[in-house]
């Protein structure tokens, strides 16, 4: 019975040598094939996140009788008009105000820089490089060196004009497909496994979506409320262009812990313009906005999310960013919260009924009735 074995171990053969060696390259293969289409996963993880959030609109449709082919044209169609409706609004101030940040965030921008070379060269005991005495074209080329070191060779297709409009087509067209007939791409996956653990992995997949949905609707109310705030604040506190810098803080919003940093660079940045004390209230107004967001705001929309453990929220945004730049940033905290809900519900819950039935078995029968 032993025969098999050298020194209690079983010897390492040639077949178990192809056969590691085969699961090796099968592995290398796999996240090779997934590296070179990295750019159609980040458009199809986009397009499911549109289709989760159609569906906060169809989903209610359909179960008011309207099938969900009408429902989700009527939700596009609303989400047009509405769209268009909030622009002519606003459009007016909106324009006054970008036309402003062009001309004055350059300058401040150009001002901080050279400020903070300045420091850095009295501290080095140099003199501070002075490179271009137009501040435009400065910032212009020191902002496309930042760009291109953040996105160069993460995410080919989407570093060209035309490659991102190819994207959005292509996000938009998934996620409306996907919100007419979502049950049929559940059925097609779940079709992929084997017939015992079927039943648990659809319950998955639904529990992913019903997670991500309540997610998406946490995120966008949290959203809105820290435009708002930061509207009214920098309002209140007279900063050029506040309808403007209140729409980025609104959109960096979607991005955990990064996003509010963010957006207070421009905000301090045109406020420095105005003075240096202006500058230190914006500061205080985004630390307060966002304390507010973290201790108020965040624990009543996004009860009954996911939860995202802080520091992994960091690391893991940190990790997408420097692996896929600003939409690696983008979709970490989504990507995260669905691998949390697929860990939890095929790993960690089964583990636990399986701990649980051998604490409630009988005595002798832990291991089974041969022994």
Do not use: C, K
């Not at 490659?163 to 998934?174: D, E, K, P």
């Not at 084997?194 to 039943?199: K, L, T, V």
Request: charged residues 10%; proline residues 6%; neutral net charge.
């Amino acid at each position: 019975m032993e025969s098999g074995l050298v020194g209690g171990r079983r010897p390492i053969t040639m077949g178990f040598i192809a056969r590691a060696t085969l699961v090796v390259v099968g592995i290398s293969a796999i996240i090779s094939l997934f590296w070179l289409g990295r750019d159609i996963l980040f458009v199809a993880f986009f397009g499911i996140l549109f289709a989760l959030f159609l569906s906060l609109f169809v989903n209610p449709l359909e179960r008011w009788g309207i099938p969900r082919l009408w429902g989700t044209i009527l939700a596009l169609v609303l989400l047009v008009g509405l769209g268009v409706l909030v622009a002519w609004l606003v459009w007016p101030t909106l324009h006054s105000q970008i036309i402003l940040i062009r001309h004055q965030l350059p300058v401040a921008l150009h001002d901080a820089l050279t400020w903070i070379e300045a420091q850095r060269a009295a501290l080095g005991g140099g003199s501070a490089e002075v490179t271009s005495t137009d501040p435009d074209q400065d910032l212009h080329r020191r902002i496309e060196e930042i760009l291109g070191r953040i996105i160069a060779g993460a995410l080919p297709l989407l570093q060209t004009a035309s490659g991102v409009v190819v994207g959005s087509v292509l996000v938009l067209i998934t996620g409306i497909y996907l919100s007419i007939d979502p049950h049929l791409y559940v059925r097609g996956l779940v079709s992929l496994v084997p017939p015992e653990g079927r039943e648990r992995f659809r319950a998955t997949l639904y529990s992913v979506g019903h997670d991500l949905r309540l997610w998406i609707l946490g995120t966008l109310i949290n959203m809105l409320i820290i435009g708002a705030m930061t509207t009214v604040g920098l309002l209140f506190l007279g900063v050029p262009a506040a309808l403007v810098l209140g729409l980025i803080a609104f959109f960096l919003e979607f991005i955990p812990f990064y996003g509010p940093i963010l957006s207070a660079v421009p905000a301090v940045a045109v406020a420095l313009l105005t003075s240096g004390e202006s500058a230190f209230w914006v500061i205080v107004l985004y630390i307060g906005i966002h304390q507010s967001e973290g201790n108020i705001v965040q624990p009543l929309v996004m009860r009954g999310t996911v939860h995202l453990p802080p520091v992994l929220t960091v690391l893991v945004g940190a990790f997408m960013a420097i692996l896929f730049g600003f939409l690696g940033l983008i979709l970490a905290v989504p990507l995260m919260a669905m691998v949390i809900v697929f860990v939890e519900r095929l790993y960690i819950q089964p583990l636990n009924a399986h701990a649980l039935r051998i604490a409630r078995a009988p005595p002798g029968r832990e291991r089974g009735d041969g022994e």
